[in-house]
């Protein structure tokens, strides 16, 4: 069964920076990415970015060029650095595979001056 556990949300003012991790367990079918998911109060949940087993990378367009998305080396871990964040991006951050499996808690981003 795999287990996806999210961590390092928190309070951050316009354009500062976080930094996410997600710690993944279990085991993914190979053909699946990784991805960051957020949902924002009243909204859908939505994919943010992906990146496949060989590394290639893809994000929405209102992140492109601020959130990195990337791998341990272990391929346990996925982060997702976020700079120059806006009060838009304030949600609730999730990762999972893409195509999704069950979903984790998830961590709170809150971009507030």
């Known amino acids: 069964q795999v287990q996806l556990v999210e961590s390092g949300g928190g309070l951050v003012q316009p354009g500062g920076s976080l930094r996410l991790s997600c710690a993944v367990s279990?085991?993914?079918?190979?053909?699946?990415?990784m991805g960051w998911y957020r949902q924002a109060p009243g909204k859908q949940r939505e994919l943010v970015a992906r990146?496949?087993?060989?590394?290639?990378?893809d994000y929405t367009d209102s992140v492109k060029g601020r959130f990195t998305i990337s791998r341990g080396n272990d391929k346990n871990t996925v982060y997702l650095r976020m700079n120059s964040l806006k009060p838009s991006d304030t949600a609730v951050y999730y990762c999972?595979?893409?195509?999704?499996?069950?979903w984790g808690q998830g961590t709170q981003v809150t971009v507030s001056s």
């Open positions: 999972n595979t893409n195509p999704p499996l069950p």
């Open positions: 279990g085991s993914i079918p190979s053909i699946y990415a």
């Open positions: 990146i496949t087993n060989g590394g290639i990378t």
